[in-house]
C-alpha cells in the first residue's frame, strides 16, 4: 500500500531517530516531528519536516507516528502521558514504537491504542547508528499483520531486512534475543582480543585470519578494528546496551528462564557506566577486560 500522500509523525530525533526521519524524506514522506529538545528539530525542518509542540499535536495531524525513544518509560509518557499521541490520536492510526522496550509494555499500550481503534506496532531496530544512517536497519516487527502491511512502505524507507515476527510484544521479545546475542559476542571479540595481545599477537592479522572463518561476525570485523585503534565512538551506547540487557533479564525472571551468560555480560557494562564509560561505544566493553588482565588490545 503506496501512504505517501499521507503526513507521517516522527517522534524522537537522537542518535537514531534523526537519521532514520532524514531517510523517510528522502523517500518521498512528508514529515510532522517533534522532541523533548526542539534545538533537535531544526535539521530536519530544513528538509521540510513541519515542527510540532507536543506528541498530541503530532497524532492530531498523522495517522501513522513513530517513536524512538530510549526506554519503556519514555514511551509511555510520550504515548500514554499529558499531551501525549494517545490524547491526539485519530480512529484507525498505527503507532509504530522502533524504541527497545518491555514487551509487556507494549501490550498494554497496545490494548489502550485498541480502545481508540487504533494499533502499535512494536518494532525495535539492529544496526545502529550506521545502519540508521544507511537505511540498511534490520526491522523486527510485532503486531497486527494489516497494520503491518499498511506501513511496510515506511518500514523499508529505513531499513532492508523487515520482518513480521508475531502478535503484540513479539517485535520487542525478537529485540531482545538479538541483544543476547550482540551482547554476548561483543564480550567474545573483547575477550579474545585481550588474549590476543597478552600472547603478543598482531591484532590486526588475528582480525584478518580468523575474522574470514567460523569466528567471524559482524562486531568482530566491524568494531574489531575501531576496538584496536581506540576508537569508542558510539554506533551503539554502552548505557543503552546496558538498558536493553536489563530488560532481558527482567523478562528472563518472568519467564523462569537462565541466561547467566547475559548476566555477566551486563555486570560489565554496568562497570563500564560506573567510571563514566556510558556513553562510548559498546566496543568499550575491551576496557573491562583489559583491567582483569592488565593489557592494552591496540595496536
Same mark, same amino acid.
Given at each position: 500500500?503506496?501512504?505517501?500522500?499521507?503526513? =507521517?509523525?516522527? *517522534?524522537?530525533?537522537?542518535?537514531?531517530?534523526?537519521?532514520?526521519?532524514?531517510?523517510? =524524506?528522502? !523517500?518521498?514522506?512528508?514529515?510532522?516531528?517533534?522532541?523533548?529538545?526542539?534545538?533537535?528539530? !531544526?535539521?530536519?525542518?530544513?528538509?521540510? !519536516?513541519?515542527?510540532?509542540?507536543?506528541?498530541?499535536?503530532?497524532?492530531?495531524?498523522?495517522?501513522? =507516528?513513530?517513536?524512538?525513544?530510549?526506554?519503556?518509560?519514555?514511551?509511555?509518557?510520550?504515548?500514554?502521558?499529558?499531551?501525549?499521541?494517545?490524547?491526539?490520536?485519530?480512529?484507525?492510526?498505527? $503507532?509504530?514504537?522502533?524504541?527497545?522496550?518491555?514487551?509487556?509494555?507494549?501490550?498494554?499500550?497496545?490494548?489502550?491504542?485498541?480502545?481508540?481503534?487504533?494499533?502499535?506496532?512494536?518494532?525495535? $531496530?539492529?544496526?545502529?547508528?550506521?545502519?540508521?544512517?544507511?537505511?540498511?536497519?534490520?526491522?523486527?516487527?510485532?503486531?497486527?499483520?494489516?497494520?503491518?502491511?499498511?506501513? *511496510?512502505?515506511?518500514?523499508?524507507?529505513?531499513?532492508?531486512?523487515?520482518?513480521?515476527?508475531?502478535?503484540?510484544?513479539?517485535?520487542?521479545?525478537?529485540?531482545?534475543v538479538n541483544q543476547i546475542l550482540v551482547a554476548g559476542t561483543m564480550n567474545a571479540v573483547a575477550e579474545a582480543l585481550v588474549f590476543a595481545s597478552k600472547s603478543g599477537a598482531d591484532l590486526e592479522k588475528t582480525i584478518a585470519a580468523v575474522g574470514g572463518g567460523a569466528a567471524a561476525s559482524w562486531q568482530l570485523n566491524t568494531l574489531g578494528p575501531?576496538?584496536?585503534?581506540?576508537?569508542?565512538?558510539?554506533?551503539?551506547?554502552?548505557?543503552?546496551?546496558?538498558?536493553?540487557?536489563?530488560?532481558? *533479564?527482567?523478562?528472563?525472571?518472568?519467564?523462569?528462564?537462565?541466561?547467566?551468560?547475559?548476566?555477566?555480560?551486563?555486570?560489565?557494562?554496568?562497570?563500564?557506566?560506573?567510571?563514566?564509560?556510558?556513553?562510548?561505544?559498546?566496543?568499550?566493553?575491551?576496557?573491562?577486560?583489559?583491567?582483569?588482565?592488565?593489557?592494552?588490545?591496540? $595496536?
Amino acid at each position: 500500500m503506496n501512504i505517501k500522500n499521507e503526513k =507521517i509523525g516522527f *517522534i524522537g530525533l537522537g542518535i537514531m531517530g534523526e537519521p532514520m526521519a532524514k531517510n523517510l =524524506i528522502k !523517500a518521498g514522506f512528508d514529515l510532522i516531528v517533534y522532541n523533548r529538545t526542539k534545538s533537535k528539530t !531544526a535539521s530536519l525542518k530544513q528538509l521540510g !519536516a513541519i515542527v510540532a509542540n507536543t506528541p498530541s499535536e503530532v497524532a492530531n495531524n498523522s495517522k501513522y =507516528i513513530i517513536t524512538m525513544l530510549t526506554d519503556s518509560p519514555d514511551v509511555e509518557e510520550v504515548i500514554l502521558g499529558q499531551d501525549g499521541v494517545y490524547q491526539g490520536i485519530q480512529n484507525d492510526s498505527i $503507532v509504530i514504537d522502533m524504541s527497545t522496550i518491555s514487551p509487556n509494555v507494549t501490550r498494554d499500550i497496545n490494548s489502550k491504542l485498541e480502545k481508540k481503534k487504533s494499533f502499535l506496532l512494536d518494532a525495535p $531496530v539492529s544496526g545502529g547508528s550506521w545502519g540508521a544512517v544507511e537505511g540498511t536497519l534490520s526491522i523486527m516487527v510485532g503486531g497486527d499483520k494489516k497494520a503491518f502491511d499498511k506501513s *511496510i512502505s515506511l518500514f523499508e524507507g529505513m531499513g532492508k531486512n523487515i520482518v513480521h515476527t508475531g502478535p503484540s510484544g513479539m517485535g520487542q521479545t525478537t529485540k531482545l534475543v538479538n541483544q543476547i546475542l550482540v551482547a554476548g559476542t561483543m564480550n567474545a571479540v573483547a575477550e579474545a582480543l585481550v588474549f590476543a595481545s597478552k600472547s603478543g599477537a598482531d591484532l590486526e592479522k588475528t582480525i584478518a585470519a580468523v575474522g574470514g572463518g567460523a569466528a567471524a561476525s559482524w562486531q568482530l570485523n566491524t568494531l574489531g578494528p575501531k576496538l584496536i585503534q581506540g576508537d569508542f565512538e558510539p554506533g551503539f551506547m554502552v548505557k543503552l546496551q546496558q538498558k536493553d540487557l536489563r530488560l532481558v *533479564i527482567e523478562a528472563a525472571q518472568e519467564m523462569g528462564v537462565s541466561v547467566p551468560g547475559t548476566s555477566l555480560v551486563n555486570q560489565f557494562f554496568v562497570g563500564l557506566i560506573s567510571q563514566g564509560l556510558g556513553d562510548e561505544g559498546t566496543q568499550a566493553l575491551v576496557k573491562a577486560h583489559e583491567q582483569l588482565s592488565n593489557i592494552k588490545a591496540r $595496536v
